[in-house]
């Protein structure tokens, strides 16, 4: 830890660590997208900077930042590279567990493996008929230990991580399970195959007869319906993502236009950077990225209060959730123009496969599309019209057949 750890931890404190260190994974993000290589170096890099303990309090060797300022960095690596935030979500929302849980040696152990590098990944969403209210993969009693077998997909960040967050079915009720990413029977894949995102590892995980202790089982209700931070902070990942995605295509139409010299003859100005039409496209696209990433720390604010309560008012926790919402539906129609519109500061020569500009557009249309803006929309509206609940129990799969009905 570097000497800001004996005071309270500035904005510009962070950026002094973490700042040189976006840099250095900004200036490769082209090439690994052109090579699909999965950032592991960079995730070293990371490590050993304990970005993965932003939130852990000093006394157990973290940074003891804010929500916002968890948030505000994690914009900042998404502009780096995209793929980061979003493999490091569950991480983030697994310290945030142990940050609310009863103070106590498990509490501690756990916070201080975060300060010392440990990183948690995810497999939570079940392919195919893994359904909306339980699993298909379970945890079953095998003499005097726990086995754990089935199939997860969309594995975010764990082929990053050291230890992995699975949902499972326990004799009916929602568990959650902490395993060793690299525990006998794990087995992961880098299968993911989706046109955006790449390199956030979101692939398949296996479990077969995984043993599984007694106090790694989270417990009970894990993932049950009701209201809970963890929608909206999972929520906000995204968003800052999408805010990043939103401030390096700015920065790239800038430097793009900077530095070119051809034009057009029935262009207004002789140089691009002097032609108003192009100024106003970078106007458009700074602030695209000025409002998502305003809009990504308000929610983020509201967080903190939440948290700061320990997560127990059910009035903040819906303040939070449907701010969260509402800020969804806001960010993503201002990124995703912005992406396609960035190409209009250039001719042929800006859809390049060198420059790869496209990956901010498929980047931001595949974080737009998990948890549906439509779903989302319509909740809101019911909510605001009829005071229906809004959705805090999300997961994705076949709904069990009502009766009469046939699978």
């Known amino acids: ?67 916002r300022q968890l948030f505000r960095l994690l914009i900042g690596l998404a502009a780096a590279e995209s793929n980061l935030p979003q493999a490091l979500r569950v991480h983030f929302s697994f310290v945030e567990d142990q940050l ?11 916070l201080r493996a975060v300060a010392d ?18 699993y298909r993969t379970r945890l079953t009693r095998d003499g005097d230990r726990w086995l754990l077998n089935g199939v997860k997909y969309y594995s975010t960040g764990s082929l990053y991580a050291d230890h992995i967050l699975a949902a499972a079915d326990r004799d009916g009720e929602r568990v959650g399970v902490l395993v ?23 692939g398949t995980t296996e479990f077969t007869d995984v043993v599984v202790a007694d106090e790694r089982i989270l417990g009970p209700g894990y ?14 990942v995204q968003l800052a ?6 401030r390096r295509a700015e920065q790239d139409a800038r430097e793009w236009v900077a530095g070119r010299t051809r034009s057009y003859s029935h262009s207004a100005a002789a140089l691009p950077r002097q032609d108003p039409l192009v100024q ?36 903040l926790l819906v303040a939070a959730e449907l ?29 390049s496969e060198r420059q790869r500009l496209d990956r901010h557009w498929r980047n931001a249309r595949t974080i737009s599309v998990h948890n549906p803006a439509i779903q989302k929309a319509r909740a809101i509206g019911d909510h605001l019209l009829n005071g229906a609940d809004l959705p805090f129990a999300w997961s994705a799969g076949e709904h069990k057949p009502t009766d009469g009905a046939t699978a």
Not at 180 to 202: I, M
């Open 180 to 202: 060793d990413a690299k525990a006998d029977g794990v087995r992961q894949h880098d299968d993911w195959d989706g046109f955006g995102q790449r390199l956030t590892a979101s």
């Open 241 to 246: 993502v999408l805010a990043g995605i939103a």
């Open 117 to 134: 590098g440990t990183l948690v990944g995810n497999a939570i969403t079940e392919p195919g008929v893994g359904a909306v209210d339980r």
């Open 223 to 236: 993932g049950a319906p009701g209201p809970t931070y963890g929608t909206s902070y999972l929520q906000l």
């Open 100 to 110: 609310l849980a009863e103070p106590g040696p498990s509490r501690e152990q756990w």
């Open 1 to 67: 830890m570097t000497s800001i750890e004996a005071k309270a931890v500035t904005d510009s404190d962070l950026d002094a660590v973490f700042g040189p260190i976006f840099e250095r994974i900004a200036q490769g993000a082209v090439e690994r997208e052109i090579d699909r290589r999965l950032p592991f170096e960079e995730v070293g890099w990371l490590r050993e900077a304990k970005f993965g303990a932003l939130r852990v309090p000093v006394e157990f060797g973290g940074y003891g930042v804010s929500v």
């Open 323 to 351: 701010a969260a919402a509402q800020a969804q539906l806001a960010v993503i129609d201002l990124v995703l123009p912005a992406t396609s519109l960035l190409f209009e500061v250039g001719g042929a020569s800006v859809v």
């Open 280 to 315: 106003q496209v970078i106007g458009r696209l700074s602030a695209a990225a000025f409002a998502a990433e305003a809009s990504v720390l308000a929610v983020a604010d509201v967080l903190d209060e939440v948290l700061a309560g320990a997560a127990k008012d059910e009035k």
